[in-house]
């Protein structure tokens, strides 16, 4: 079966980095996505990886291993507002999207 | 500004009524998305469509229904409601191919089910 695995949740201070770890096992992939989900609130994107290596994008950054099946995401500078949850969802062989369970990021000042 | 909405986005209702969530897309994507949202679950796929007159079963369809009659809306449809399907709902749409292209999120809807 298809599978993506990440942390169910996370604590870190204000102004702390903090890394949020993604792992998959899917038929096939062409993509991964990193979507931040604040509470009550509708999904938005952050990052989306198709090969090998780091993106960054301002205090975000995301990495991609496609020969381990891993994906991380990088938050620097943690500030209060990036209290929210982070999906990662992989894209498989038959272009669909199987989504993760996400991860519930709390900072604390 | 382009845009996706979702209506209601609050609805409670009985079990066995039928109900049906609005969606409705100003971007002119192709593709459509319904997702629903529980705890420890993350996102289930419902149904999608790729198009006009174009629908497919998702990852838990059973209880559900669509129609794509036209580019900008994908109404789903419950058909007897069950307290099982107590959820969040969200809509999705992209252009690319299949879900390979970003998706953007309609607000969501907060259904309950007695």
Redesign the interface.
């Known amino acids: 079966g298809q599978n993506i695995d990440q942390p169910t949740e996370m604590t870190a201070t204000e102004g702390a980095i903090v890394q949020i770890n993604c792992t998959y096992q899917t038929s096939g992939f062409?993509?991964l996505?990193w979507y931040q989900q604040h509470a009550g609130?509708?999904?938005?994107?952050l990052s989306?990886n198709v090969l090998d290596g780091l993106e960054e994008k301002g205090r975000f950054s995301s990495f991609l291993s496609r020969s381990k099946g891993y994906s991380y995401l990088l938050l620097k500078e943690l500030q209060m507002k990036d209290s929210a949850s982070y999906?990662c969802?992989v894209?498989d062989s038959?272009?669909?999207?199987i989504?993760?369970?996400?991860t519930k990021l709390i900072i604390k000042p | 500004d382009a845009e996706i909405t979702q209506s209601p986005r609050h609805k409670i209702t009985e079990t066995g009524r039928q109900v049906t969530l609005a969606c409705h897309q100003t971007w002119n994507h192709n593709n459509m998305f319904w997702y629903r949202q529980d705890l420890g679950h993350g996102l289930r796929l419902i149904h999608y469509s790729y198009g006009v007159q174009d629908t497919n079963k998702g990852e838990v369809s059973d209880g559900y229904s669509v129609s794509r009659s036209n580019t900008e809306d994908l109404p789903l449809t419950l058909e007897s409601a069950a307290s099982s399907q107590t959820s969040v709902y969200f809509c999705a749409s992209n252009q690319g191919q299949g879900d390979s292209d970003t998706q953007y999120f309609g607000p969501g809807t907060r259904l309950t089910v007695l």
């Open positions: 062409n993509g996505f609130e509708a999904p938005t994107f989306y999906l969802a894209i038959n272009y669909q999207l989504w993760g369970a996400g």
